[in-house]
T-cell receptor
């Protein structure tokens, strides 16, 4: 079985500051890793994913995440946040042997202040 | 916009009643998955349908059932509603079966309140 832990329920930051949203996972098998973003009154949107290869993956809007197998982590970072980045961020895993379902963490609310 | 729509937006039911939630997938997407998101929690996988057959199921009792239709619409049915069923219900559609090759596109959800 897999599980995902997002220890920070809310992360407040000032605009243009860097941010890191933490994600740790537990699994006895190899996994795929995902970050989703949920804006108010909208569905979840895929931000980025790690399948294999380079451990650093990037999104089109400046976010990046690094897969660290030894620490079983997949932290999300952005060097400079905007007000529009205010949203709920969910880390998720999917096992490679039953990759039809996502196991989500409890989410981190990123609150960007002017 | 993900091209996935859900109806209704909000719904209020009483304990013991039955409810049907609807989802319209992107055209051409053969797979639909349903998730339950309780307040303050991440989504939990309920089940997945592929070409009108159930393909996988999470830890939800049989009173949660589903249907998928050839026109890319689907339903989630919940019988004998309980207070703990109050949640946001999300559907997600994708082309195929595996998340390694296909992206799941989520709808905005249906907020169910059970009184």
């Amino acid at each position: 079985a897999q599980s995902v832990t997002q220890l920070d329920s809310q992360v407040p930051v000032f605009e243009e500051a860097p941010v890191e949203l933490r994600c740790n996972y537990s699994s006895s098998v190899s996994v795929y890793l995902f970050w989703y973003v949920q804006y108010p009154n909208q569905g979840l949107q895929l931000l980025l994913k790690y399948l294999s290869g380079s451990t650093l993956v990037k999104s089109i809007n400046g976010f990046e995440a690094e897969f660290n197998k030894s620490q079983t982590s997949f932290h999300l970072r952005k060097p400079s946040v905007h007000i529009s980045d205010t949203a709920e961020y969910f880390c998720a895993v999917s096992s490679m042997d039953s990759s039809y379902k996502l196991i989500f963490g409890s989410g981190t609310r990123l609150l960007v202040r002017p | 916009e993900t091209g996935v729509t859900q109806s209704p937006t909000h719904l209020i039911k009483t304990r013991g009643q039955q409810v049907t939630l609807r989802c319209s997938s992107q055209s051409g997407h053969n797979t639909v998955s349903w998730y339950q998101q309780a307040l303050g929690q991440g989504p939990q996988f309920i089940f997945q349908y592929y070409r009108e057959e159930e393909n996988g199921r999470g830890n939800f009792p049989p009173r949660f059932s589903g249907l998928q239709f050839p026109n890319y619409s689907s339903e989630l049915n919940v019988n004998a509603l309980e207070l703990d069923d109050s949640a946001l219900y999300l559907c997600a559609s994708s082309l195929g079966l595996t998340l390694s090759t296909d992206t799941q596109y989520f709808g905005p959800g249906t907020r169910l309140t059970v009184l």
